[in-house]
């Protein structure tokens, strides 16, 4: 028998209304508004102890609702991984440094798809989704951010922006563009992607959600190939000559 201030995995329509209604509120009133009676009170459970019964925490009902939307979005990325390294054998030739220039580009591009598409479905294809605004709201609350960070396993997020870094380089995607610098661009791409969906979210699903990811999908593969520039000196501020017995 499942002690009640232990975590349960069971798939209960109680669980799920509670992750539901968990994620809605960091959502639409970020982490603050996230209180245990607040989602027992959404979810429409009268059994106050339900939230502590299922999840054991308010930290353990974060990972329940991460772990139930990344774990398929991994799975479907993993797929989608698997499928371009059938293609070109890309494993190998970054491992080796090896990618040619000239499968650099369209690589890159698979790998943007990789990144964007499985979170892109969830979002899309879920009625009425939360949960790139619930991202969303790791910018702004550091502590949603580090329970985020120590699920990142799950996330398959990290390989693959370790592959375009690999790629950036090996491939000389863009001219003249180094190892920090790509993964500069690599790491910069999430908040982008999380940014965009959220800001479509409320608003777009079917087939117009396909012609927002394929922008998104666009930007971010604009944003890892684009050409390097060379940064203007910093202007030093003009000196004032008078002299110092003038000065006010």
Same mark, same amino acid.
């Given at each position: 028998?499942?002690?009640?201030?232990?975590?349960?995995?069971?798939?209960?329509?109680?669980?799920?209304?509670?992750?539901?209604?968990?994620?809605?509120?960091?959502?639409?009133?970020?982490?603050?508004?996230?209180?245990?009676?607040?989602?027992?009170?959404?979810?429409?459970?009268?059994?106050?102890?339900?939230?502590?019964?299922?999840?054991?925490?308010?930290?353990?009902?974060?990972?329940?609702?991460?772990?139930?939307?990344?774990?398929? &979005? !991994?799975? $479907?990325?993993?797929?989608?991984?698997?499928?371009?390294?059938?293609? /070109?054998?890309? #494993?190998?030739? @970054? =491992?080796?440094?090896?990618?040619?220039?000239?499968?650099?580009?369209?690589?890159?591009?698979?790998?943007?798809?990789?990144?964007?598409?499985?979170?892109?479905?969830?979002?899309?294809?879920?009625?009425?989704?939360?949960?790139?605004?619930?991202?969303?709201?790791?910018?702004?609350?550091?502590?949603?951010?580090?329970? &985020? !960070?120590? $699920?990142?396993?799950?996330?398959?997020?990290?390989?693959?922006?370790? /592959?375009?870094? #690999?790629?950036? @380089? =090996?491939?000389?995607?863009?001219?003249?563009?180094?190892?920090?610098?790509?993964?500069?661009?690599?790491?910069?791409?999430?908040?982008?992607?999380?940014?965009?969906?959220?800001?479509?979210?409320?608003?777009?699903?079917?087939?117009?959600?396909?012609?927002?990811?394929?922008?998104?999908?666009?930007?971010?593969?604009?944003?890892?190939?684009?050409?390097?520039?060379?940064?203007?000196?910093?202007?030093?501020?003009?000196?004032?000559?008078?002299?110092?017995?003038?000065?006010?």
């Amino acid at each position: 028998m499942t002690p009640t201030n232990a975590p349960t995995r069971r798939g209960s329509p109680a669980r799920t209304a509670m992750i539901d209604a968990a994620e809605r509120i960091v959502a639409e009133q970020g982490m603050p508004a996230l209180t245990l009676r607040a989602v027992q009170e959404a979810a429409g459970q009268s059994n106050k102890s339900a939230v502590n019964y299922h999840f054991g925490s308010r930290d353990g009902l974060i990972a329940a609702i991460l772990d139930d939307r990344m774990r398929p &979005i !991994a799975e $479907q990325r993993r797929a989608l991984l698997d499928a371009i390294d059938v293609r /070109y054998g890309f #494993r190998s030739a @970054v =491992a080796d440094g090896a990618v040619a220039s000239a499968a650099a580009a369209p690589l890159l591009r698979e790998l943007t798809v990789a990144l964007v598409d499985p979170l892109a479905r969830r979002v899309f294809e879920t009625p009425r989704s939360a949960y790139a605004r619930f991202l969303a709201q790791s910018m702004v609350s550091p502590e949603l951010a580090e329970i &985020i !960070a120590r $699920q990142a396993t799950m996330f398959t997020v990290n390989e693959t922006q370790q /592959y375009m870094v #690999r790629v950036l @380089v =090996a491939g000389r995607a863009a001219p003249g563009l180094d190892g920090d610098t790509a993964v500069w661009r690599a790491n910069g791409l999430l908040g982008h992607v999380i940014t965009a969906l959220a800001a479509a979210e409320p608003h777009i699903t079917g087939p117009r959600g396909r012609v927002i990811t394929a922008r998104i999908i666009d930007t971010c593969h604009g944003l890892l190939t684009a050409p390097v520039g060379h940064p203007d000196p910093i202007p030093t501020a003009p000196t004032d000559h008078r002299p110092e017995e003038s000065l006010p």
